[in-house]
């Protein structure tokens, strides 16, 4: 029985009583309440409302006697709930860590192993493409055989997170890609063929990732925090490439090329034991989090119905809708020629050599992790002050296309190395302030169907990375490195004007 279920079980005097008991009786607190009397005092505070004995006035009916009574009740919730917030703050920080920023920094990590596994092909196709003398064409082949995979999972990733869950199809796609990578010496070895198939089925299970993680968070994260907690999972990218980039020229001297892919792969199958034990695709379904918080998240999330049905029509009816995959395929092309093509442009442009240009690619990565982040924090920074959530994407996702746009145009009056790379860094540091404008709008216009709504723009971006990245081959071949980079500041351009017209931040698909 609770405590106070026990205070009003106690039975006001009788009426039938004599005056002489029934002051006894309303003067004499029970044992019980005694035992209250002393718990309040020795916390500290003072109990207005409940006098001592020797200054309790004489009761003229029993309401007085329960108005006693529910004064106590009232103390004694104030007591229990001192208790519970003492209970809080003696307990260990991690017991009392947010649980849906646990699920962010999981989905951070995953994301970091994304790009590593995804990179290392980057800077280990040089010594590849020596040993197996491959041309400029085929080196594009390689590095677009991954999107042929990544692009069959963007909308299937997005359907089956939506009905399924996020946790589990995140989980299955990290396993996928992590094994795919530790085949990928193999099926070089056995040929150009094999090599391809390794890579594309690489691009199945990073194909799941962005669709499976936008829907846990658009389960876990309030709106107020969607642009900080997003920003740092995208950042979580721009480190692996960071990692990877870093790491791979050091292994490939020290153990050879095939080093990268048996390292960073077994990577995964840590990172899917600790998600297998932490991670839920709902905050409904997570038994150890704290009430306050799931509290929180349901009066300042959004509908957590499951999706049994895609309103395939409506979606695609929608101009917003149409700007996101516009735009995911204008920022997307640009953005994977410098993912795949960098370390090449280090190496043959600038003269640097291996170990030079994984190091140099570091450092854009590195802009973008932190700028990614501070844009997060000026975004959400807005929208807590009153600035309309679709006036915040637009300024946003602007920097993030104009911002690489004007670096890029410079590199083709620019001889120095050191002032190439600076503008490189700066090009990819703008463009992280898209993790706050595009990437952001998916749980802005559809929360219920946003892994969907990211599949089908990503789908477009992935057809940027696959005509991008082989096109670069094709152009290098035939012309130089200043037609690459028209290419993409067009699209840039074209971007800008798209997202500006037709893009919102309310939600319009409900």
Same mark, same amino acid.
């Given at each position: 029985?609770?405590?106070?279920?026990?205070?009003?079980?106690?039975?006001?005097? %009788?009426?039938?009583? %004599?005056?002489?008991?029934?002051?006894? !009786?309303?003067?004499?607190?029970?044992?019980?309440?005694?035992?209250?009397?002393?718990?309040?005092?020795?916390?500290?505070?003072?109990?207005?409302?409940?006098?001592?004995?020797?200054?309790?006035?004489?009761?003229?009916?029993?309401? =007085?006697?329960?108005?006693?009574?529910?004064?106590?009740?009232?103390?004694?919730?104030?007591?229990?709930?001192?208790?519970?917030?003492?209970?809080?703050?003696?307990?260990?920080?991690?017991?009392?860590?947010?649980?849906?920023?646990?699920?962010?920094?999981?989905?951070?990590?995953?994301?970091?192993?994304?790009?590593?596994?995804?990179?290392?092909?980057?800077?280990?196709?040089?010594?590849?493409?020596?040993?197996?003398?491959?041309?400029?064409?085929?080196? @594009?082949?390689?590095?677009? %055989? +991954?999107?042929?995979?990544?692009?069959?999972? =963007?909308?299937?990733?997005?359907?089956?997170?939506?009905?399924?869950?996020?946790?589990?199809?995140?989980?299955?796609?990290?396993?996928?890609?992590?094994?795919?990578?530790?085949?990928?010496? /193999?099926?070089?070895? *056995? @040929?150009?063929? +094999?090599?391809?198939?390794?890579?594309?089925?690489?691009?199945?299970?990073?194909?799941?990732?962005?669709?499976?993680?936008?829907?846990?968070?658009?389960?876990?994260?309030?709106?107020?925090?969607?642009?900080?907690?997003?920003?740092?999972?995208?950042?979580?990218?721009?480190?692996?490439?960071?990692?990877?980039?870093?790491?791979?020229?050091? *292994?490939?001297?020290?153990? @050879?090329?095939?080093?990268?892919?048996?390292?960073?792969?077994?990577?995964?199958?840590?990172?899917?034991?600790?998600?297998?034990?932490?991670?839920?695709?709902?905050?409904?379904?997570?038994?150890?989090?704290?009430?306050?918080?799931?509290?929180?998240?349901?009066?300042?999330?959004?509908?957590?119905?499951?999706?049994?049905?895609?309103?395939?029509?409506?979606?695609?009816?929608?101009?917003?809708?149409?700007?996101?995959?516009?735009?995911?395929?204008?920022?997307?092309?640009? !953005? +994977?020629?410098?993912?795949?093509?960098?370390?090449?442009?280090?190496?043959?442009?600038?003269?640097?050599?291996?170990?030079?240009?994984?190091?140099?690619?570091?450092?854009?990565?590195?802009?973008?992790?932190?700028?990614?982040?501070?844009?997060?924090?000026?975004?959400?920074?807005?929208?807590?002050?009153? /600035?309309?959530?679709?006036?915040?994407?637009?300024?946003? =996702?602007?920097?993030?296309?104009? @911002?690489?746009?004007?670096?890029? !145009? $410079?590199?083709?009056?620019?001889?120095?190395?050191?002032?190439?790379?600076?503008?490189?860094?700066?090009?990819?540091?703008?463009?992280?302030?898209? =993790?706050?404008?595009?990437?952001?709008?998916?749980?802005?216009?559809?929360?219920?169907?946003?892994?969907?709504?990211?599949?089908?723009?990503?789908?477009?971006?992935?057809?940027?990375?696959?005509?991008?990245?082989?096109?670069?081959?094709?152009?290098? $071949?035939?012309?130089?490195?200043?037609? /690459?980079?028209?290419?993409?500041?067009?699209?840039?351009?074209?971007?800008?004007? /798209?997202?500006?017209?037709?893009?919102?931040?309310?939600?319009?698909?409900?």
């Amino acid at each position: 029985m609770s405590s106070r279920a026990l205070l009003f079980s106690f039975s006001p005097p %009788s009426p039938s009583s %004599s005056p002489k008991s029934r002051t006894r !009786t309303n003067h004499s607190p029970s044992p019980f309440l005694s035992h209250l009397l002393s718990r309040r005092k020795q916390t500290g505070k003072v109990w207005a409302d409940v006098k001592s004995e020797k200054h309790l006035p004489e009761p003229s009916s029993k309401y =007085q006697d329960l108005s006693l009574h529910k004064k106590v009740a009232r103390a004694l919730d104030i007591d229990e709930d001192v208790e519970d917030e003492e209970t809080s703050s003696s307990s260990p920080w991690w017991e009392v860590f947010p649980k849906r920023w646990v699920i962010v920094i999981l989905c951070f990590s995953a994301f970091l192993l994304c790009n590593m596994d995804r990179v290392n092909m980057s800077i280990a196709i040089l010594p590849m493409s020596a040993e197996y003398n491959w041309n400029p064409t085929t080196v @594009g082949l390689v590095q677009s %055989s +991954f999107f042929w995979g990544y692009l069959l999972t =963007q909308i299937a990733g997005g359907i089956w997170a939506d009905t399924v869950g996020g946790k589990q199809v995140l989980g299955f796609g990290v396993v996928w890609w992590s094994i795919a990578t530790i085949l990928t010496p /193999v099926a070089a070895k *056995l @040929g150009l063929p +094999f090599l391809l198939v390794a890579r594309a089925f690489m691009g199945v299970g990073e194909g799941v990732a962005m669709p499976a993680m936008n829907n846990i968070l658009s389960k876990w994260v309030p709106v107020a925090e969607r642009s900080r907690s997003l920003a740092l999972v995208y950042s979580g990218m721009y480190l692996g490439s960071v990692t990877g980039l870093a790491f791979s020229p050091f *292994l490939i001297h020290q153990y @050879g090329w095939p080093s990268v892919f048996y390292s960073f792969g077994s990577l995964g199958t840590v990172w899917f034991c600790i998600w297998l034990s932490k991670a839920h695709s709902s905050p409904l379904d997570d038994p150890e989090m704290r009430p306050e918080e799931k509290k929180l998240i349901a009066t300042n999330g959004l509908s957590k119905d499951p999706v049994k049905e895609i309103p395939w029509r409506l979606i695609l009816s929608k101009p917003p809708v149409w700007a996101l995959i516009v735009c995911h395929f204008c920022h997307n092309w640009g !953005t +994977f020629i410098l993912l795949t093509w960098m370390p090449t442009y280090y190496n043959q442009v600038l003269k640097f050599n291996l170990t030079e240009s994984g190091l140099f690619c570091v450092l854009p990565w590195l802009t973008m992790a932190i700028s990614a982040n501070f844009g997060g924090w000026i975004a959400d920074t807005l929208v807590t002050r009153g /600035v309309s959530v679709t006036t915040v994407r637009k300024i946003m =996702q602007t920097v993030g296309f104009l @911002g690489p746009a004007f670096f890029l !145009t $410079q590199l083709s009056h620019i001889n120095s190395p050191v002032v190439a790379v600076l503008c490189m860094t700066c090009s990819q540091g703008t463009d992280a302030f898209s =993790q706050s404008g595009l990437y952001s709008n998916h749980q802005d216009i559809a929360p219920r169907y946003s892994g969907i709504l990211l599949g089908l723009s990503n789908t477009a971006g992935v057809l940027a990375g696959v005509l991008g990245t082989a096109a670069t081959g094709y152009i290098l $071949q035939h012309g130089s490195w200043d037609d /690459v980079f028209k290419v993409s500041v067009g699209l840039y351009l074209v971007g800008t004007v /798209v997202w500006n017209l037709f893009s919102t931040g309310e939600k319009i698909i409900d």
